[in-house]
């Protein structure tokens, strides 16, 4: 008799709580300060609203652990839009897209997408799943370490 085997880990959505992605750049300061944050197969991103209704992009590549934290600006759409070195990055709900002018480099598919506060909490509780999440990844890991 064979037995079918669950989802493998990796394919897991990661850790995260009201504030983003445990241990990873892509988290904000409070819980009240998290807009928006979201995970495609290559990146994490998370959008905070920082003093002065000003919002802040903090993002990380996962290959290798490039962080990016810079100011972000909301569209009227509701997407955010980051602009570093000519690179331009649009976060939706759908995506992150990188771009230089009118020319897409990249459109990475969110595989994970929470923006805290749109909908109600439940009136009653989920139970908790017992399987144990995967560490966080090696480029995740150390988030406060020296910069080369």
Known sequence: MLLAVGIPAASAAPTSDARGYVDSTARCASADATVLFGSTDASRVAICSVSGGKYEYRGVRLRD????????????????????????????????????????????????????????????????????????????????????
């Open 65 to 148: 652990g490039a962080k990016l934290i810079v100011p972000a600006t909301r569209n009227d759409d509701g997407a955010f839009r980051v602009e570093n070195s000519g690179i331009e990055y649009l976060v939706t709900s759908k995506s992150l897209v990188l771009s230089v002018g009118e020319k897409v480099i990249r459109e990475e598919p969110m595989v994970d997408f929470h923006r805290p506060g749109a909908a109600p909490a439940p009136a009653t509780a989920s139970p908790t799943p017992t399987t144990p999440l995967p560490p966080p990844l090696a480029a995740e890991v150390g988030g406060s370490g020296a910069r080369r």
